[in-house]
């Protein structure tokens, strides 16, 4: 069998803050595949079972946009975090994120959509790395929108009005009021936030994502001895609470925990007039996923400086 490297020991350790040799006998177990040896780790009872990937570790800004039924999410990413404080800097990602909302959804279209200047929205992020004198990088951009509803907007941490760390956009249909609407979807966006789901519906969830949470239920229920029919109850059980961890209707409301949010959606129809369903969300987590070389403060300053 081939040596674990060192490199895959530690990025096991970060996905599931297992202890170093539990990390490296999962590698060697797994021929050194990492979500296999995620999945081994956790039948051992050794890993968190919602352990995030990676750090997040770039900067920059996500910017939010809302116009009528739709809505837009823009993440730019530069170097480090004294840029997200530079004025120019902001107004570089309200420009690109307003444009946003004629760019369809389309990266690409969204680059080549022209500014006010006349530049295309990847000639004034070039002509930015120029004066600001950082690398940057329009990394995503996404859109909502709906035929009959609202699209409202939230953004945590945020700098100045609609830029900040985290984005968030909920999308809902009803033929109810406007206006309350957006306060509720202005709620829910705030709970997708804090609570993070990954899905709308249970239905939502990837039958391939339940069908793994499964066998990895079931595995660590065996392990306790208990009798096959038992398992079976113990796993649905389990499972439910796997739905109220990653399905957004299926959540305590973070505003009240003792209610669900399909409750506050369904109490929402007598407030706004109609039913009224989220149809979709879209959640940006400022350099999620991304991983950024370790450097500390003093080394930042030096660096803006030298800029």
Known sequence: MAA???????????????GMMD???????????????????????????????GRVAAEGLIGAAVEGTKGVLVELNAETDFVARNEEFQELVRRVT???????GDMDKLKATKAP???????????????IGENMSLRRYGMLSVGQGAVASYVH????????????????ESTGDAEKLVELG??????????????VEPADVDASEVDRERAILAEQ????GKPENIIEKMVEGRLRKFYEEVALVEQAWVIDPDKKVKTVLQEAAKTVGAPVKCVGFLRYGLGEGVEK????????????LKH
């Not at 941490?157 to 809902?172: D, T, Y």
């Not at 229920?221 to 306790?224: N, T």
């Not at 070389?293 to 803006?304: G, L, Y």
Request: proline share 2%; net charge neutral; aromatic share 2%.
């Open 117 to 131: 200047s006349g530049s295309t929205v990847e000639e004034e992020i070039t002509r930015a790395i120029a004066t």
């Open 23 to 53: 990390c490296k006998n999962a590698l060697n177990e797994t021929g050194g595949n990492i979500e296999e040896a995620v999945d081994w780790l956790r039948k051992k009872g050794l890993a968190a079972a919602a352990k995030k990937a």
């Open 157 to 172: 941490s945020s700098v100045a009005p609609n830029l900040g760390k985290i984005g968030v956009l909920v999308a809902l």
């Open 98 to 104: 307003e444009l946003g909302l004629t760019a369809e």
């Open 221 to 224: 229920a065996r392990a306790s």
């Open 4 to 18: 674990v490297s060192a490199s895959l020991v530690k990025e096991l350790r970060e996905k599931t803050g297992a």
């Open 293 to 304: 070389e370790e450097s500390d403060f003093a080394s930042e300053v030096a660096a803006t």
């Open 186 to 199: 202005r709620q829910l966006a705030m709970h997708v936030a804090a609570a993070n789901p990954r899905w």
